[in-house]
């Protein structure tokens, strides 16, 4: 069982920074992404950013450029640097960590998530 706990989360005026953090359980395998998401009430999950345990990273349009996701791989730790914050940035930020096996997922778990609020 893999253990999620988020944390960084708060409330920043419009054009602020943050950085969210992940501490994870150790990962014993190579076929990880790790990944950050953020839900509004009435909407649905997305993805945010995403790191692999090979080192690829992907980010959702609307951050790109604002939001770098890194990793902390002998601390087990998953960051989320977010710099010029916008309203529209305000969510509940999951940390995600998916394993596959052979190209197919088999494991997905999720942390409770962090409260991020941006002010205008």
């Known amino acids: 069982q893999v253990q999620l706990v988020e944390s960084g989360g708060g409330l920043v005026q419009s054009g602020g920074s943050l950085r969210l953090s992940c501490s994870h359980s150790?990962?014993?395998?190579?076929?990880?992404?790790l990944g950050w998401y953020r839900q509004t009430p009435g909407k649905q999950r997305e993805l945010v950013a995403s790191?692999?345990?090979?080192?690829?990273?992907t980010y959702t349009d609307p951050v790109k450029g604002r939001f770098t996701v890194s990793r902390n791989g002998a601390e087990n730790t998953l960051f989320l640097r977010m710099d010029a914050l916008k309203p529209e940035d305000s969510a509940r930020y999951y940390c995600n960590l998916k394993f596959y096996r052979s190209g197919a997922l088999f494991r997905d778990y999720w942390g409770q998530g962090t409260q991020v609020t941006v002010s205008s």
């Open positions: 790191l692999s345990t090979g080192g690829t990273t």
């Open positions: 150790k990962i014993r395998y190579n076929d990880v992404v």
